[in-house]
Every structure is written in structure tokens, then in C-alpha cells.
């Protein structure tokens, strides 16, 4: 059974840095998208960062990012460890929202539950 478990959460002071795990298993991860959301209450979720696949495409690797984050946060994957990271520095108040992790091909997608950053003085 597919499963996206994140992972790293916590709650740090504003300008610390912080890298949340997103662990993938039950279907080929290597050939999803895999991409980070944030979600503040029953507010939309808003996309954060994604990175390609690394097998045999244009945009093997290749990473995106949205929002206040661009610049301050860095998206990795693991491909021998099904891993996906989301390394964010200089967290300030405004970045405190759910964390979800979505895998994606094609027309298939699926969701992890999240993992929740809280930064707060």
C-alpha cells in the first residue's frame, strides 16, 4: 500500500533552520514528482517546492519553488533511501503551517498526513 510518512516538525525561533523528511513507500518513488505543501487551518494548501524525476527526462532533478520559501528553502531527494527533504533556513512566523508531502505521476497522486512547523519566539 502506498504510504508518505513526513517527518521533522518542531517548533524552533524565528531565523533557525530546520529539514523535514518525507519517506515514501509502496510504489516506485523514483518516478514521481515529489513535492512539498503548507497548509495554515482550512486555508488552501500552497505549494512550496517540488523536484522531478531522475530517470531518463528533460528535467531529471529539476527543482521549483513558490512562495516565500524560494531562496530560503532547499528540496533534495533520496532515490536509494525513497527519502524526499525539504531543508528550510531563516524560518520566521509566517512559514508556521502543516507540512505535506505529495508524490505525483502523471494522474495519480497521493498525500502524506504532514508534519507541523510551528515558529514562534
Known amino acids: 500500500q502506498a504510504q508518505l510518512v513526513e517527518s521533522g516538525g518542531s517548533l524552533v525561533h524565528p531565523g533557525e533552520s530546520l529539514t523535514l523528511s518525507c519517506a515514501a513507500s509502496g510504489f516506485a518513488f523514483s518516478e514521481y514528482t515529489m513535492s512539498w505543501y503548507r497548509q495554515v487551518a482550512e486555508s488552501t494548501r500552497e505549494l512550496v517546492a517540488s523536484?522531478?524525476?531522475?530517470?531518463?527526462?528533460?528535467?531529471?532533478?529539476?527543482?521549483h519553488y513558490e512562495g516565500s520559501g524560494a531562496g530560503r528553502f532547499t528540496i533534495r531527494r533520496d532515490n536509494a533511501k525513497n527519502t524526499v527533504y525539504l531543508h528550510m533556513n531563516d524560518l520566521q512566523p509566517a512559514d508556521t503551517a502543516l507540512y505535506l508531502c505529495?508524490?505525483?505521476?502523471?494522474?495519480?497522486?497521493?498525500w502524506g498526513q504532514g508534519t507541523l512547523v510551528t515558529v514562534s519566539s
Open positions: 523536484i522531478g524525476t531522475t530517470g531518463g527526462s528533460s528535467n531529471a532533478g529539476s527543482t
Open positions: 505529495k508524490a505525483t505521476s502523471g494522474t495519480v497522486s497521493k
